[in-house]
């Protein structure tokens, strides 16, 4: 398989987007290790100071995109530091003397998808780049949880008492922003949902914006790089008609909040008992709304390192890669929580998970 570049000569980008744990990972991981001999650079951007997606995609060990064609933005998410971060990076990734046949983008799931998507009309960027398409990855199984559906009729009666009503929290307000932005929606995770809860996340997330860009379902973020490459769509020449909550807040004058997300790091010692921590976390997680855990640990007595990932009260843990020469064993877990979480008291409620 080889994929053509734009048809302008300008480098691809693709812009790979989704709200906390819905696989945008695991899907850039199976993009890499079928690029079908196209040279990728991918340009990750965390949320935290703790680089997880970059070091488990750099452990991926696919030809394509080798260690250094991975480029971490760890300072805050792309939508506020596109001056200082997107920009000044990707000038240097065309300055290279061997440039990529691709630039895969990867946003924190915290991160608004306009202000990146506009940076590339910047004047050194437009001659050389395109966006080929921004991709929405939607966690499927949470959606049909309720994570992002209000009781609409309930809303609708209460609008007609309030006129100023604010009926949604900055979480249901990124997820629609994030697929307001999209050329494609992949619908994850679908395996852990049966016909009928498929048939509710399609109608949940086409009500969620009003344009109507293709979806598709996947499982475990298998998608051909076939079809999330190469969409050829120029992107960034319509980002005015996809404008985020806070575009238009501004542009009515409205004062907008954003620092709804906190984050921290939470260091530990050796897990002897992964099992009964993960059992406790997930307890933790729950009693303080924790939105997203995920980090690395040290089990005592294993070779390889222990990825941890939750998205909810959801967990997934695996043995990733072995621990290198010379690196030091270590637990540290990212924490993401709302701007009001009590730090102090879910950094004592895991220490105390560990056993």
């Known amino acids: ?44 951007n965390e949320f935290g100071d703790l680089g997880v997606d970059g070091d488990v995609l750099k452990g991926c060990g696919a030809d394509a995109c080798s260690e250094d064609d991975i480029i971490e933005l760890t300072n805050g998410c792309i939508c506020c530091t596109v001056a200082d971060d997107f920009i000044p990076t990707m000038t240097k990734l065309l300055e290279r003397e061997n440039r990529p046949d691709h630039i895969v983008i990867e946003t924190s799931g915290l991160a608004l998808p306009q202000p990146l998507i506009a940076a590339f009309n910047w004047p050194d960027i437009r001659t050389q780049v395109t966006v080929d398409g921004v991709i929405t990855v939607v966690d499927s199984a949470a959606v049909a949880a309720g994570r992002f559906a209000d009781d609409h009729d309930k809303v609708d009666a209460a609008r007609v008492e309030d006129d100023n009503l604010d009926h949604e929290s900055p979480i249901e307000e990124l997820f629609e922003d994030q697929l307001t932005a999209a050329d494609l929606i992949v619908l994850n995770k679908t395996d852990l ?15 969620r914006t009003s344009r109507k860009p293709t979806m598709i379902e996947a499982k475990h973020g298998e998608v051909s790089a076939a079809i999330l490459l190469g969409l050829g769509v120029g992107t960034e020449a319509d980002i005015a008609n996809r ?31 992964p099992v009964a921590f993960i059992e406790t976390l997930k307890t933790v997680i729950v009693a303080h709304d924790i939105l997203r855990i995920k980090g690395f640990a040290d089990v005592p007595g294993k ?34 929580g709302l701007h009001d979480m009590d730090e102090t008291a879910v950094r004592a409620a895991i220490e105390a998970a560990v056993v």
């Open 1 to 44: 398989m080889t994929l053509a570049k734009a048809g302008n000569g300008k480098i691809p980008a693709t812009v790979i987007t989704g709200f906390l744990g819905a696989g945008k990972t695991t899907m850039i991981r199976n993009i890499l290790q079928n690029a079908g001999g196209r040279r990728i650079a991918l340009i990750i």
């Open 193 to 207: 949902l049966d016909a009928a809860g498929l048939l509710f996340v399609r109608g949940e997330v086409a009500a």
């Open 243 to 273: 404008k985020s909550h806070h575009e238009m807040e501004h542009e009515a004058g409205e004062e907008h909040d954003h620092d709804e997300f906190e984050s921290f790091v939470v260091e530990l010692g050796p897990l002897a008992d």
């Open 303 to 336: 070779p390889m390192r222990l990825l941890i990932q939750g998205v909810g009260a959801r967990i997934d843990q695996y043995f990733d890669r072995p621990w290198a020469a010379g690196e030091v064993r270590r637990t540290r877990l990212v924490v993401i």
